[in-house]
């Protein structure tokens, strides 16, 4: 009896963890969080930086030569006057949406704009059905990169709405 009473006072938060969560592979996660200093708002804030080098990074590229990032709207089959404003749309787009994730502004929102902003990106930029041969195998990885970076902006929405229900009480 001696011996059972001692186990359990000894592993007494592991046993709690059981009940919590009687999944093994859940359970095992959140171990290994815990015994790491796991901290959602880092992890949060580490996403955040991710995502926004790749949309600065490109706003930055796509500024420095708008005239040709025009022109690759003409592909598109848009009206040929549209481009430099679409052009400057998108680069404002990525821009602000970047910024607005270095400075953890309105994550929320801001990724809601990114993911919005994407799917246009894939249904005007990336038509690979239009396509063949290497051109259409290049814009299929560019979608499968786009579709990656929207589950990045989903996840990270999930999660800042859920810190933001948890510090409701």
């Known amino acids: 009896e001696g011996v059972v009473l001692d186990y359990i006072h000894r592993n007494r938060g592991r046993i709690q963890r059981i009940d919590q969560y009687p999944d093994i592979r859940r359970r095992s996660v959140v171990e290994l969080s815990q015994r790491c200093n796991y901290a959602a708002e880092h992890a949060q804030q580490v996403?955040?930086?991710?995502?926004?080098?790749?949309?600065?990074?490109?706003a930055l590229n796509h500024a420095r030569n708008l005239s040709g990032f025009a022109a690759t709207f003409q592909n598109f089959q848009l009206p040929e006057d549209l481009g430099v404003p679409m052009a400057?749309?998108?680069?404002l787009v990525e821009l602000l949406g970047g910024v607005a994730l270095v400075l953890g502004y309105r994550v929320r929102e801001t990724a809601i704009l990114m993911i919005v902003f994407l799917l246009v990106t894939i249904f005007i930029g990336h038509r690979f059905w239009e396509m063949e041969g290497a051109n259409r195998r290049l814009h299929i990885i560019?979608?499968?990169?786009?579709v990656a970076i929207i589950g990045g902006f989903i996840a990270l929405f999930v999660a800042t709405l859920v810190r933001a229900w948890a510090s409701l009480g």
């Not at 996403?47 to 490109?58: G, T, V």
């Not at 400057?88 to 680069?91: G, L, P, S």
């Open 142 to 146: 560019q979608i499968k990169k786009n």
């Open 47 to 58: 996403a955040r930086l991710a995502l926004a080098f790749i949309f600065i990074e490109s």
């Open 88 to 91: 400057a749309i998108a680069v």
